[in-house]
């Protein structure tokens, strides 16, 4: 079966333009940057594509708030072991 019957929202990506850039830093930074953004147009419209929803998840987990542990009494012990 296709690919597309296992995976039908997937993009196949340009195979012979990514051979073209693997030794270009500066071009494989476009093409990534390309990526990431047509993702994050995708994850942030009205209907995201399943990439798009999936990117969505790892956006919104990434801006969620943490906790400082930066001076935690007890993970500083912890450190103080390793010094």
């Known amino acids: 079966k296709p690919d597309s019957y296992?995976?039908?929202d997937a993009n196949k990506p340009d195979v012979g333009g990514l051979q073209g850039i693997y030794d270009s830093?500066?071009?494989m930074d476009s093409?990534?940057?390309n990526a990431k953004g047509s993702l994050w147009s995708?994850?942030?419209s009205a209907n995201p594509s399943i990439s798009g929803a999936a990117y969505k998840v790892l956006l919104d987990a990434s801006n969620?708030?943490?906790p400082d542990f930066s001076n935690d009494p007890v993970l500083n012990l912890?450190?103080?072991?390793y010094e």
């Not at 912890?78 to 072991?81: E, M, P």
């Open 31 to 33: 093409v990534g940057n």
């Open 42 to 44: 995708d994850a942030n």
């Open 25 to 27: 830093g500066d071009d």
């Open 6 to 8: 296992y995976f039908p």
């Open 64 to 66: 969620r708030s943490r």
């Open 78 to 81: 912890s450190k103080k072991t």
